[in-house]
């Protein structure tokens, strides 16, 4: 029994590892979104006209929306590390319980 249940924590460790770095794979390579966690807020119309003209002066500097782009990058680059952090102890489980 104890050698069944540490094959599938040790597989199933495995597959967290596997599944974060495969996603991972694909956002930075650009084939798959980020999760969005931080977006841009809507705006009322003063602030909208006031975020208009600083806009146009920030534009060449900073493009638009790449700030909440990089806080989902960083938030998703985090996520991964726990997951894989998580998975690699689950799979030390269960080759522990397979010695």
């Known amino acids: 029994m104890k050698k069944i249940l540490g094959m599938i924590l040790l ?10 770095l495969y996603f ?11 999760p969005v966690i931080f977006n841009t807020p809507k705006q009322p ?9 600083l806009g146009e002066q920030l534009k060449g500097i900073l493009p638009a929306d790449s700030i909440p782009q990089l806080l989902n990058l960083i938030s998703w680059s985090i996520l991964a590390s726990i997951l894989t952090f998580g998975g690699a102890q689950i799979s030390g489980l269960g080759i522990k319980l397979l010695k």
């Open 11 to 20: 597989f199933g460790g495995l597959a967290v590892i596997f599944y974060s």
């Open 45 to 53: 119309e003063v602030q909208d006209q006031l975020q208009k003209a």
């Open 24 to 34: 991972s794979y694909g956002i930075f390579n650009a084939k798959k979104e980020a």
